[in-house]
């Protein structure tokens, strides 16, 4: 149980990580502005077709935040069930195949839209993961 225990802390605490860093450049830095000052103007302008009560730029922030939340969260509640109840976490076929696939959409929306380092830490959180479920006592 021990390395099972172990792949699952590491797949945690490897997307917990990343939203915590995804969610800081979200809101401080220039890591997710558009490089072409003209194209942030319009989007601090435009809104979508959706309603008029917002603007791309508002929506972008809004977009990578709960994009942010939602890794935080996994890692979170992955983390805590690895260290305080490996047993349930081990033993759970809904939450073992949640967390896959949580994973799974992740690395596949990673491998269409994203860039290196975050598709890199999260098909390693992805094989930690399916590693410690394939080690877990059943």
Known sequence: MRTAQTCFVLSAALLLGLGLVHLACTFSGPRLTPRDPALLALMQEVSPVLTRRTTMWRAWLGFNASHSLGAIFFGLVYGWLALIQ??????????????LAMLTA?????RAY?????NAGITVSLLAFATGALLAPR
């Open 86 to 99: 490996p047993l349930l976490l081990a033993r759970s076929p809904f939450l073992l195949g949640l967390g």
């Open 106 to 110: 992740y690395a596949l929306l990673g």
């Open 114 to 118: 994203w860039f290196s380092v975050p």
